[in-house]
């Protein structure tokens, strides 16, 4: 059997951080809490260089709406100590400095991303859009037809040349 993870304790290694369990179990409570520490923690500069990833759109709003609860409560209890739950009265050791940096999250927690895994592949592949070039392997001003202006595997039917014409029926639109 797998033993319970110690969110307050729990050490924080650099990279990935993978959350399994059963429903019901806390995995929306721990990840707040493990976005929290690494903040408090200094193992991020800010919330930018965070990305969770869930299967439901619902579930991403509900981390994003648990995630800014939780910074609140996480910035109270930093400057006081005062919180019913013990993992948030453990984040007084951060201090006044803890409480800023939560301030601070607070204020640009809009460029937090909390994706599904198709949009978080969907702005992946944006993003890097602009680095990919393709190489076109036809030439279109010598290989598409004259008439319909479709490449060789799609035209209308015949290869026209400048001074012929195009095989496919009258009633087609030119493209």
């Known amino acids: 059997m797998t ?10 290694t650099d990279g990935t951080v993978l959350l399994e369990a059963s429903a019901g179990t806390g995995k929306t409570w721990t990840l707040c809490g493990i ?3 690494l903040l408090l923690e200094k193992s991020v500069d800010d919330l930018t260089q965070v990305l969770v990833v869930t299967f439901t ?10 995630l800014r609860t939780g910074l609140q409560r996480a910035e109270a209890a930093c400057r006081t100590g005062d919180d019913p739950d013990p993992f948030y009265r453990g984040l007084r050791r951060h201090g006044e400095a803890g409480a800023r940096r939560c301030a601070q999250a607070l204020a640009e927690f809009d460029r937090l991303t909390i994706s599904t895994i198709h949009g978080s592949a969907n702005d992946c592949s944006r993003k890097r859009r602009s680095r990919v070039t393709r190489r076109s392997t ?9 008439c319909c202006m479709r490449p060789p595997r799609m035209r209308c039917g015949s290869m026209a040349s400048s001074t012929s014409r195009c095989a496919a029926p009258q009633s087609r639109s030119p493209r």
């Open 3 to 12: 033993e319970a993870f110690d969110l307050a304790n729990a050490p924080l």
């Open 35 to 37: 976005v929290l520490r």
């Open 57 to 66: 759109i619902a579930a991403t709003e509900e981390l994003k709406t648990r």
């Open 138 to 146: 036809w030439n279109s001003s010598r290989t598409k037809c004259r």
